[in-house]
């Protein structure tokens, strides 16, 4: 034996393996474990999928009743034909785990504030935020809730549960999901209180904003003082077309919510200023989250059945939020984009009717200031008295750390969400309790579970009376010649401007004052301009007896937009739809342009600005893709808003809420002397709207230059918009995509947002539906069906939906592999 | 001839303990080691042989894999690890880690039988 090379020999091979075997740092991130994860039988290469992999699969479950089929089409969206429901709904547990298992994971991570278990330390202030927010607190009540009084709902997790851990389980760990072995950790058995979970982030993503706005609308008022803010965040918006029309006659209300008497000293800060003390949250929901959906009734279309389309407008993300399926039963047959996290179809049609939903952006979230006795937060002073707190412990598990625990002290408002351990620099010790209808506990999954089941009208609206949070815009087409569409959800019934800002905690007189009976919630069906549509707007005038919410939550102009081209379309056809759904008339630059060229002073602008200014002029207002006026309109408007009341807001020390675009429009439409416009920077002298225009627009040109140089004044090549893979790793992600569309567009498709999911269903006897997403049905990022829709989203093209009965789909030649689920071996 | 075999072994080996996805990724260390004290050749061949072996198997293997994939994954790693998106760059770092691990793992077992000289 030779010792010492042996030695020597052996260390420098086990110190190889050993460097092979850890995650090293590269910069910021951490690599993989390189070794693990170049093997080729236990790596990455065992998820870079054969182009022609073959699909079929014969599967044993014990916990199934029956056996059933799945067959798969060519662009591997599965069909479900099952004798028994719960079978159903455990097949779609293990085919979304089959394809999604990652993406189900990771995001119930995010929702449950256990991020850090698997990133480190870095991800401490993201989870410490959703613990706060009483994500699982939620989620847990939630499912309380429904074991002990819906056991129908129960039997339905419970089977898709046991769908997803039965793939799980079968799982070798060479097939684990890529990101697993990128990221280097493991799945775990799906629970009932993931599913919750996932919902309960959906109910952030839609309502969340409020945890921020309502700090920065405070930290605005304070430093504006009430009287101005109000003027540049005023409610009022002359242009609104609400989605109930307007002149629509509310019944008496039965509810009727009393302002507090002190409300406009100590709520509202009309009278005297309060020291400015200011709070922010580490993250929000995107402000652009919303959607469209519209009905057309048979009077205005060719066949003379209904055409339904619902495009929900969230984060572009691969694997895509959205998962397509088609699940028959005896008691119903359904297809439409499903949740992998969730049971049963969210946004689809059935052989009946077919159904699409928008966020309806009412404020059902609300801060209340807490005094405590003390550091120890285990009293707080309520209604004249010290009032115990209960403690809710929270344990973030941390890679490669120690534990962090979080003790909430929970008061009669909700969870504390910043106190003394959980603040910013610039909070000042303030303590907020957070109240907000997502953490009642709620059966909205049962919400969908009846959708997919609606024969009618009347099962519609009993399925959607069931529905809490996030409030949603319901729209309905069926069949049977019905359209309707209805907000519902559990809104609170405020007085104006109750819960805008961070509202008194000490005593119960800024409590809300009662959730708004259901019948009482905007509806309308069957109206005679034969049309009924939603695009987040708000959906009254102010003739409705309740206060929807501050203006900045509801976006104007697409439904605006929607709206101006559905009263004049007539003859309607399945293909108008998807066109209409892909429109890039700009209609906010349709008044605005005009609105600017009345105050630029053309002849005081220098050659370059004249230049853009013309671009701008020149632009047929839709935007396209090689568009370059909108770039031009855009950076112009982006710049005069600048100019106008960046004087004002210029001093904050935090970013403060910006003014909505609307504001300054109806300004400039109305009066060339708004006293706003003067920059109070300039002591000397008084601007008025024509010089802080003309400013803008040479502001904005110094800007557009620069982008001409760099060759980006295209509007698609301006705005880059991808599609990110959840990791926000670019070369798992779709960069650059030649799309137009925008912000106040119907094809509301911005930098990293917009249609996630657009359908088109005719109500015609055999339903003839169209649809895609922006990803595909695969969330592997190594198989050719990872982003297979794309391209086709891009270009604004539909798949046609296959929706048939098993004998015929069994035929089709779309049809490709076939799964057979089996109860046992015999 | 010996030099063969080792080569051959090897090879085998480490796909068959690859094939058990429970076992760690670096099995074939130890089935390379036990091969150059069962079969003893002189170090610089025992190291050659281990490399050869495990680097051939893991190139076969990834470069099969690629082309059945038609390169769709092997880009995507290659820009996150980063290699400029070449997949056959890719391919070549996955055979080289095979290679000087394996050869390591055959050059320490071969010190366990050889004689000073």
């Known amino acids: 034996m030779r010792l010492l090379p042996l030695i020597a020999s052996a260390i420098v091979t086990t110190a190889l393996v050993f460097t092979l075997n850890i995650q090293l740092k590269i910069g910021n991130a951490k690599a993989p474990r390189l070794g693990y994860f170049l093997s080729p039988q236990h790596g990455f290469w065992k998820n870079a999928e054969k182009i022609d992999a073959n699909f079929d699969a014969s599967i044993v479950a014990n916990e199934l009743q029956g056996n059933l089929d799945v067959y798969i089409d060519d662009r591997l969206v599965p069909h479900i034909y099952a004798d028994h429901d719960q079978d159903a709904y455990f097949v779609q547990g293990y085919l979304h785990a089959k394809f999604r298992l990652w993406q189900m994971d990771f995001e119930t991570r995010i929702a449950s504030g256990r991020l850090s278990e698997i990133a480190g330390a870095d991800k401490l202030p993201i989870d410490r935020m959703f613990r706060r927010l009483g994500m699982v607190y939620g989620a847990e009540k939630t499912e309380a809730n429904i074991n002990e009084t819906n056991p129908k709902m129960k039997a339905t997790v419970d089977a898709y549960t046991a769908g997803v851990n039965a793939y799980i389980k079968q799982l070798d760990p060479a097939d684990l999901p890529f990101e697993f072995k990128l990221m280097n950790y493991a799945p775990e058995d799906w629970t009932p209180k993931k599913t919750y979970l996932f919902l309960m982030f959906m109910s952030y993503d839609l309502t969340g904003r409020s945890a921020s706005v309502d700090l920065q609308m405070t930290n605005t008022r304070d430093y504006l003082g009430y009287d101005l803010f109000d003027k540049l965040y005023t409610n009022h918006q002359d242009s609104l077309d609400p989605i109930i029309p307007k002149g629509t006659v509310y019944e008496k209300p039965s509810i009727v919510p009393v302002k507090p008497l002190n409300a406009d000293s100590a709520y509202l800060h009309k009278v005297n200023s309060v020291a400015f003390n200011t709070v922010y949250m580490p993250e929000a929901p995107d402000k652009n989250n919303g959607s469209n959906n519209w009905a057309v009734a048979g009077s205005k279309t060719k066949s003379g059945r209904p055409i339904l389309s619902s495009d929900p407008h969230l984060g572009l993300n691969l694997p895509s939020l959205w998962y397509e399926m088609q699940i028959t039963t005896p008691t119903h047959s359904t297809y439409g984009a499903s949740f992998p996290g969730s049971p049963a179809v969210i946004i689809g049609f059935n052989d009946s009717l077919a159904w699409g939903v928008t966020n309806a952006g009412r404020d059902v979230f609300d801060y209340y200031e807490i005094k405590f006795k003390d550091t120890t937060e285990n009293e707080y002073w309520f209604n004249g008295a010290w009032k115990a707190t209960t403690k809710r412990k929270e344990v973030i598990k941390v890679k490669d750390s120690f534990d962090v625990v979080e003790e909430i002290a929970m008061t009669h408002w909700g969870p504390t969400m910043f106190d003394a351990h959980y603040q910013n620099t610039q909070s000042n010790g303030r303590n907020l309790a957070v109240q907000w209808t997502a953490l009642n506990s709620s059966t909205g999954v049962e919400t969908f579970y009846l959708l997919n089941r609606a024969k009618n009208y009347d099962d519609y609206l009993q399925a959607i009376s069931l529905w809490t949070c996030p409030g949603q815009n319901f729209v309905l087409a069926t069949k049977s010649g019905d359209i309707a569409i209805k907000q519902q959800g559990s809104f609170v019934a405020r007085w104006e401007r109750q819960g805008d800002f961070i509202m008194p905690g000490e005593d119960t007189s800024f409590q809300w004052q009662g959730i708004i009976p259901t019948n009482e919630n905007p509806m309308i069906k069957k109206p005679e301009r034969g049309f009924v549509s939603s695009a987040n707007q708000k959906s009254t005038d102010a003739s409705y007896p309740y206060y929807l919410g501050a203006a900045s939550a509801f976006p104007l102009y697409r439904g605006i937009s929607v709206n101006m081209h559905l009263n004049k379309m007539f003859q309607i056809t399945a293909e108008d739809m998807q066109k209409l759904q892909t429109d890039n008339y700009n209609v906010f630059a349709a008044t605005a342009r005009p609105a600017l060229m009345k105050y630029i002073q053309l002849d005081n602008l220098s050659s370059d600005a004249k230049r853009m200014v013309t671009e701008m002029t020149n632009w047929d207002l839709y935007n396209s893709v090689n568009a370059k006026g909108i770039t031009c309109f855009k950076i112009i408007w982006d710049s005069v808003e600048q100019a106008v009341w960046g004087d004002e807001l210029v001093g904050s020390a935090i970013p403060l809420l910006k003014p909505e675009a609307y504001v300054l429009l109806d300004q400039m439409l109305k009066d060339t002397n708004w006293s706003i416009a003067d920059d109070i920077r300039t002591k000397d002298k008084v601007e008025d709207l024509k010089t802080q225009v003309t400013l803008g627009v040479e502001k904005a040109t110094e800007k557009l230059l620069a982008l001409e140089k760099e060759n980006k004044l295209e509007w698609a090549l301006f705005k880059a918009t991808r599609v990110l893979h959840l990791t926000k790793t670019p070369a798992l992600s779709r960069m650059d995509l030649p799309i137009g569309g925008g912000v106040n567009i119907i094809n509301a498709t911005t930098e990293n947002h917009g249609p996630s999911w657009r359908m088109v269903v005719h109500l015609t006897d055999e339903i003839e539906a169209y649809g895609l997403y922006p990803g595909g049905q695969s969330g592997n990022p190594g198989s050719p069906y990872y982003d297979t829709f794309v391209n086709y989203w891009v270009e604004g093209k539909y798949y046609r939906l296959l929706f048939l009965s098993k004998e015929k789909l069994k035929q089709s030649e779309r049809t490709k592999w076939h799964m057979q689920f089996q109860k046992s071996n015999s | ?117």
């Open chain 2, 1 to 117: 001839m010996k030099y063969i075999v080792s080569i051959f072994l090897s090879g085998l080996l480490t796909y068959a303990v690859g094939i058990y996805g429970d076992l760690p990724w670096w099995s074939f260390v130890i089935t390379n080691i036990i091969i150059s004290i069962a079969l003893p050749i002189k170090p610089a061949q025992a190291f050659t042989a281990g490399a050869l072996g495990v680097g051939s198997l893991w190139a076969g293997l990834a470069f099969g894999t690629d082309m059945a994939n038609n390169h769709i994954l092997s880009t995507k790693v290659a820009k996150i690890l980063p290699m400029g998106g070449s997949y056959l760059l890719l391919i070549f770092a996955t055979a080289s880690i095979g290679a000087l691990l394996g050869g390591l793992a055959s050059l320490t077992g071969s010190f366990v039988r050889a004689h000073k000289s």
